[in-house]
């Protein structure tokens, strides 16, 4: 397979195998990196995911259509703000979230690499990912999960034939008992989300998409609700290397929003640290950003730095005002989760980070199908 794991810190590289350790000087996950050449560029063909087949690794595609997502021009919140707003709608993806890029990318690595079993600690949408992608393969799946989880999401992941593994404590947990099986049996793969540069390497595409939606005409600004932080860093190396090659002229601002109840990046960018610490997560409808220590917290800080964006955290009240408004108001059913970013945007407007006439990108992480207003 070509292209190479590399620390984004301190350049340490090695060939792409299928669980990568963190770099073992500095700790974090390495980043997949293939040098993208103009031609790649040119040569993208087909809709979706695998249309940027240059920019991802040289596999057979695992895939269900992901990707080639509509953005959607605002209809009432950009006039408000006075600014010129569009909606990506990531709950279009075959199992209705945007994690199906990267788990597209990820299962097809896996797969390649020889592959039959693989893990991941998830009772939400990486969950039901992965375990489509796993299904569409041919593999196992087993997803650990949290004892307390509950709802559809977890109907559709054992829809997909994937086996759960009921964790109790709470949520990070799971995430200890996948890496444990992992490590117990060496045919288990443990495919994370939060952690696999393989699965990172598909958000990119997103970057890659809106570039050619826009026409070329990039957006000033990009929102994002942030949990594990794959998406945040997926957008920023997408468009770091479309701008490499002069196909942007350069980075959109990339802001990433988090619910007050789990915010410890929003918390260390307001105190101008490089590392964030941990924190005690109180409850939020936004349960798919909620995670006290994104293992990429270090990449995320340097991403907000290199971008000129925001880190902010968002009240519960105000997410959930988001929610209910999206649907009746724009038309769109989204999942609690991606109402965070539309409360991002409010504020972002009113403190004067974002200014009328500029354009502006929300992406719409999830549907609202799994997550029902009513369920509330
Ligand atoms: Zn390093």
Redesign the pocket.
Known sequence: MRGRLV?P??G?GEEPTPQPEP?P??G?PLRYELPPSKAGWRGRVGRGVWRYRAFLPAVEPVSLGEGGTPLIPSRWLGPELGVRLHFKWEGANPSGSFKDRGASVLVSVLAALGVRRVADDSSGNAGAALAAYAARAGLGATLFVPAHASGKKLAQIRAYGAQLVSVPGPRPQATAAAKRACREDPELAYASHNESPYFETGLRTLAYELVEDLGGEPPDHVLVPLGGGGLYLGLVQGFRELMGLGFLPLLPRVHAVQAEACAPIARAWQRGLELPEPVRPERTIAEGVCIPLPPRGRELLAGLRETGGVALAVPEEEIEAAWRELPTREGVYIEPTSAVAVAGLKRLSAMGVINPGERVVVVLTGTGLKHPLSDV
Do not use: I, L, Q, T
């Open positions: 620390c810190f301190c340490h770099c000087s500095c974090v």
